[in-house]
């Protein structure tokens, strides 16, 4: 049984290895850093969502090495415009207003030929053209709680690192705007998450831990509690919390997860809980916009009803 996959695409040349890695970064692709060895350079990019598809094309494009379906292909040819890279082909018409897709071919500088397409999720005049709300990625002037668990602390404090690092790296400036908060163990940290998110001082709560399973069932139980407790506390005091807590099979499973193989997985909850807290931010923002237009609307009523009475 396959646990995971690890997708390699080859480049020919050295060029169009930094080209294709300059593209992969402005496109938005979380990248590791490159790695280098006697015969080979590699670096290994994380996209939000990926998926693994085998197809055959009769009228298949020879020259097309490396196919890339993305969600936003509008923003990606205007990347590719500022990098000054070569277009061979734009099979559908660059206004969004036309198509719900949209397909181009490219050319890096060494030869290496690149197939971009991508499905328009905002397109004007067909009907399809809802309010997005979305949390940006920024930390700057947002402030974060970290309930981290002592037990099994070789995995998270590497998790917390990873956490930490997210945390800065998104805008944190100043350092009281993190609050580390330990416990004893995983099941823990649902009860010290709750009354941090009550005391409404923090925009988000990061939850990090790790659980490895043993000979007995102490740990289904485990994993059930801190589980359904951590997403309670979200439910019922409304404020975010990310969840970072392991739950592996193996010690080598939680060593991959914090660092090595699966990226780390607190640099991952931390990175939700920005997302999270600035799309509360957002949604609140949005309701109060709409409450205060309601409350005009209905004074003008109100307003445009009295004149009418009063020369009725």
């Known amino acids: 049984m396959i646990h995971w996959v690890h997708l390699g695409v080859q480049i020919r040349n050295q060029e169009d290895f930094k080209v294709l890695r300059k593209l992969l970064d402005a496109l938005g692709l979380r990248a590791s850093g490159v790695e280098i060895y006697k015969t080979y350079s590699v670096e290994s990019f994380r996209p939000s969502a990926a998926a693994l598809e085998v197809f055959y094309r009769k009228d298949s494009d020879e020259h097309a090495f490396l196919e890339l379906t993305i969600s936003d292909p509008d ?14 082909g734009d099979d559908s018409n660059s206004e969004p207003g036309h198509n719900f897709s949209r397909h181009f071919t490219i050319r890096l ?16 005049g067909r009907g399809l053209d809802p309010a997005l709300v979305q949390g940006g990625l920024s930390a700057r002037g947002l402030k974060f709680a970290i309930v981290v668990s002592r037990f099994n602390s070789f995995i998270v404090e590497r998790l917390l690192a990873g956490a930490l690092d997210c945390l800065y790296r998104s805008g944190i400036e100043d350092k009281g705007s993190i609050e580390i908060v330990r416990v004893p163990g995983s099941f823990e940290i649902p009860s010290a998450a709750r009354t ?30 801190v589980t359904r407790g951590i997403g309670q506390s979200a439910q019922e005091t409304g404020v975010p919390h990310a969840f970072g807590v392991l739950t592996c099979e193996t010690l080598e499973q939680a060593i991959d997860r914090a660092g090595l193989k699966m990226g780390n997985k607190g640099f991952e909850a931390a990175l939700a809980a920005v997302e999270m807290a600035n799309l509360k931010k957002a949604i609140s923002t949005q309701q109060s916009a709409l409450s205060n237009n309601r409350k005009h609307t209905a004074g003008k009523k109100n307003s445009r009803a009295h004149r009418y009475n009063r020369h009725k």
Do not use: Q
Not at 110 to 117: F, K, L, R, Y
Not at 197 to 225: F, M, P, Q, S, W
């Open 196 to 225: 941090l998110a009550e005391t409404k001082n923090y925009d988000a709560i990061i939850c990090l831990g790790c659980l490895l399973r043993g000979d007995t069932a102490h740990y289904d139980v485990i994993v059930n509690e």
């Open 109 to 124: 500088p060494g030869g290496t030929v690149v197939s971009i397409t991508g499905f328009r999720t905002h397109v004007s």
């Open 75 to 88: 923003t990606a040819a205007e990347i590719v415009k500022n990098m000054h890279l070569e277009v061979l």
